[in-house]
């Protein structure tokens, strides 16, 4: 009786142990969807913050203030300009003005001044009121990109202040443009 005494022992315990210690099963990890989207979020917030830096950087206050008090340039807004005695925006020059949009669009607290200027051919009041039409120009096509027309003003100064003092061609054709600045940050 022993033997079989022992021998049911033996299969119980065998029996125990492996009902006992079960094979550990590997959970696999996956990567949580919440933790890339907020890797995301946190790369953009990121990216938004440097460019925020950088355009701040940018931003250098002009010697003689405008007409709302310091206004600042910056090299990252680009000047469009114009044909000789027109006011429409070319080509080339809407692009210019896309890519000033998405830099704006990006900063909502920070309004602009367009300035529209013209060369020293044709009168002063000529010329005042073709660069008022070409600052216009240019605040209208970046108002249709949805800028808010409350965050632009215009203001022409004619031939009155010319990028290039030149008496020709080349520098005619630099003085005929809008020039973009920034009024308030």
Known sequence: M???????????????????????????????????????AESERAKEAKAKEQFEKSLVAEKTPGIAGEVFESALLKDIHFDFDKYDIRPADASILRENAVLLNKYTNVKIQI??????????EYNLALGERRA?????????????????????????????????????????RAHTIVTAK
């Open 115 to 124: 300035e529209g200027h013209c060369d020293e051919r044709g009168t002063v």
């Open 2 to 40: 022993t033997k079989n005494n022992f021998v049911i022992i033996f299969i119980l315990c065998v029996g125990l142990i492996m009902i006992g210690c079960p094979k550990k099963t590997a959970v696999k990890e996956e990567p949580s969807v919440k933790t890339e989207e907020a890797a995301k």
């Open 136 to 176: 216009n120009s240019a605040k209208n096509y970046l108002v249709s990109l949805g800028m808010s027309p409350a965050r632009i003003s215009t203001i022409s100064y004619g031939k009155e202040k010319p990028l290039d003092p030149g008496h020709n061609e080349e520098a005619w054709a630099k003085n005929r």
